[in-house]
């Protein structure tokens, strides 16, 4: 009776299509235009579809049952839609998703298809990340939450009017934030912290510092902060991530990462003696295994009497504010013994790979929209969330046929 599988695709799925029509009650003001066609691709092949149009004078665009009911996405079945925004997401150019789905799939679905496809679809999975979260159970002894910020390069529409890092004060980036999540139940033979095995989930925004410290919240109630035997926030000490700390982790313990300790304490020498000096690096160590036995508080003091009366008081001065602001948050020696992580190498890791791996490619320049979208679906992928979000976006639309909400 069929030629081929993808003639029986086509057949079953009209199929679908004459269903859902009928069963579709008109919704008050809508009226039925007859039947349009539609070339739909799916990964088997392409086929055409005949389905109900109707037209709401008050509303635009009109609206097609069967599509919602189907899950479509423009011309592509749910699944190769799924599979073109993994393969947008995952590759590093649209141009390298194309060619996979090619050599791998035997699929044909251009670059400009691909990019259209995931910006129709990333707009919902940003939404999705941001969603109020349900809380969770954790029955990790510790559960750590991290946030970080990283620049992506922006064409020059989204840079004007902001002020950056180049000589004449102008902007090349855009700083979007990466939040991460993950837990630890254990120590190795030598009490350093092991982070449990694929126990990292991830958010992202372009939002600023109080929007991006609500969501990372969310994200880590949902993980199940409520329930879990300590919360650990780890950031770099910067000011936009302290406030975003006391405001949303106001209970946890809150650590700032080592190397970034670090980083400023050699800032602060090089200000108080020169980086030339041939003790610098000597006093650097120093300063390292005095920040390990909790000595911050001793080394500001001692540096401050070095200090008192010299030239570069100043400079010194608003080098160590980091750690008079921190001093709470650089126990390292209470933080070790503890089992802490004191190192906030997981969101690191995260900037370079979630979005540097796909956003900062040379000659990359993106709009805020497409940058935010992308990366809305790698963190979600990265997750290991992708099927929880495409069934959500399937009831989504679905849910466009249901007479209640849509008469409102």
Known sequence: MFKSANA????????????????????????????ESLEVQGIFGCFQLARDYYYHAGKHPGHYP??????????YTPALAKLV????????????????????????????QIERVVQRVGGDAQAWQEREAQPGACDAPILYASGDGTGVPMVAEELKGRRGKQADGTAKTRQVYLGCVFTQ?????KGHPVRDHESTTYVSSFK???????????????RGMGSAGKVVLLIDGAVGLENMGRLCFKNCVQIVDFFHAMEHAGQVLEALIGKQHPDYKKRLRRWAKRLLKDKVQALIKDTHQECAGQPAAAA????????????????????RAA??????????????????????????????????????????????????????????????????????
């Not at 001065?317 to 650089?330: I, P, W």
């Open 185 to 189: 139940h254990r120590t190795d033979e």
């Open 316 to 335: 010194v001065e608003q080098a160590l504010g980091y750690f008079m602001r921190n001093v709470s948050r650089m126990q390292y020696g209470t933080f």
């Open 339 to 408: 089992g802490y992580f004191i190192g906030s190498g997981v969101v690191e890791a995260g900037c370079k790979t979630v979005i540097g791996g796909r956003c900062k490619q040379s000659g990359m320049f993106w709009s805020e929209f497409g940058a935010e979208n992308i990366l809305a679906l790698r963190c979600i992928h990265s997750s290991r969330r992708l099927e929880e979000f495409w069934k959500y976006r399937l009831n989504q639309q679905a849910a466009r046929n249901d007479a209640l909400p849509l008469a409102a």
């Open 85 to 112: 925004c993994l393969e947008g997401a995952d590759e590093p150019t649209y141009l390298k998703a194309e060619r996979h789905l090619e050599q791998t799939g035997g699929i044909a679905v251009s670059a400009r």
């Open 66 to 75: 069967a599509d919602a009911a189907l899950g479509l996405e423009g011309g």
């Open 208 to 222: 600023s510092i109080d929007d991006f410290g609500p969501l990372l919240r969310q994200e880590a109630i949902r």
């Open 8 to 35: 029986l695709v086509g057949w079953l799925l009209q199929q679908a299509v004459d269903r859902a029509d009928a069963a579709y009650p008109p919704k008050p003001g809508e009226v039925g235009k007859g039947r």
